[in-house]
C-alpha cells in the first residue's frame, strides 16, 4: 500500500486564534465532561482539543494546517517546529490520536480510568500549546 499523500493548506497565521479557541472550547467541554462522569464524552473531546491545539501550533509557526484525514501527518508537521521539547511532544499528540478510533467506533465502552489517563496527557499538550501561542 502507498503512503497516504500529505496534504497541507496555506493558513493566514493569525488565524491561529480560530483553532487555539477550538482547543479551548474543547479543553472546557472536556472537563464538564470529566465532573458528570461522561468517559466517552472526554476522551473524544481530549482527541479534538490535541488536534486543534496542533493546528493552532501549525498555523502560527509555520502557516499550514493538515488537511488529510491521516492525524499522524499533523504529528510529523509538528516535528517542524521549532520549540523545545518538540519530539515530546508530537509523541504525546500521536498517542493522543492513537485512541480516536477506540473512543469513537470500537465495539466497547471508554473506561474513567481510560478518559482520565487521556485527559492528562491532552491537558498536558494543551498547557505546551497555549504557553508557546501569544494570549
Not at 502507498?2 to 472536556?30: G, H, Q, R
Not at 482539543?49 to 493538515?66: Q, T
Request: hydrophobic share 40%; proline share 2%; with cysteine.
Amino acid at each position: 500500500m502507498a503512503p497516504k499523500k500529505l496534504t497541507i493548506k496555506t493558513v493566514e497565521k493569525s488565524d491561529y486564534k480560530i483553532y487555539l479557541k477550538k482547543a479551548k472550547d474543547f479543553y472546557d467541554t472536556m472537563l464538564n465532561a470529566k465532573d458528570s462522569g461522561k468517559w466517552t464524552a472526554v476522551g473524544l473531546n481530549a482527541v479534538h482539543c490535541a488536534i486543534s491545539c496542533c493546528d493552532a501550533m501549525l498555523v502560527f509557526n509555520l502557516g499550514i494546517r493538515s488537511t488529510g484525514e491521516d492525524h499522524m501527518q499533523a504529528a510529523n508537521l509538528l516535528l517542524r517546529l521549532p520549540q523545545n521539547e518538540i519530539n515530546s511532544q508530537a509523541s504525546s499528540f500521536k498517542r493522543i490520536i492513537a485512541k480516536k478510533n477506540i473512543i469513537a467506533y470500537e465495539n466497547r465502552g471508554f473506561h474513567q480510568a481510560e478518559a482520565f489517563d487521556l485527559l492528562k496527557l491532552s491537558e498536558r499538550f494543551y498547557n505546551w500549546a497555549i504557553s508557546n501561542l501569544p494570549a
